[in-house]
């Protein structure tokens, strides 16, 4: 799967832990692989609309959308670490 990130996400990232940015870092590997987000554990679905996922890492809630066969990596929907 072709996967673009957003530039404010890496941002955000950036500033998270390292343990937390390897835990992100396996996740993506796995996305490049696969034809569907929801193969890849802790991915689910937005029940409103199939083309919105939601990636939970640790309490964190990541935002994720499929548009023309790509996977965008939107935004940090909720982030531990930004309290």
């Known amino acids: 799967m072709v996967?673009?990130?957003?530039?404010?996400?890496v941002d955000?990232?950036?500033k998270c832990p390292i343990s937390?940015?390897?835990k992100f870092r396996i996740i993506y590997?796995?996305?490049k692989i696969v034809d569907k987000p929801t193969d890849v554990k802790d991915i689910l679905a937005?029940?409103?609309n199939r083309n919105y996922y939601k990636l939970y890492i640790d309490k964190?809630?990541?935002g994720m959308m499929v548009?023309?066969?790509?996977?965008?990596i939107l935004c940090f929907l909720?982030?531990?670490y930004f309290e």
């Open 46 to 48: 937005n029940a409103g």
């Open 67 to 72: 548009k023309d066969a790509k996977l965008h």
């Open 12 to 14: 955000q990232l950036q």
């Open 60 to 62: 964190s809630r990541i």
């Open 29 to 31: 590997q796995q996305l």
């Open 20 to 22: 937390f940015q390897q």
């Open 78 to 80: 909720y982030n531990q």
């Open 3 to 9: 996967i673009e990130i957003d530039e404010h996400f």
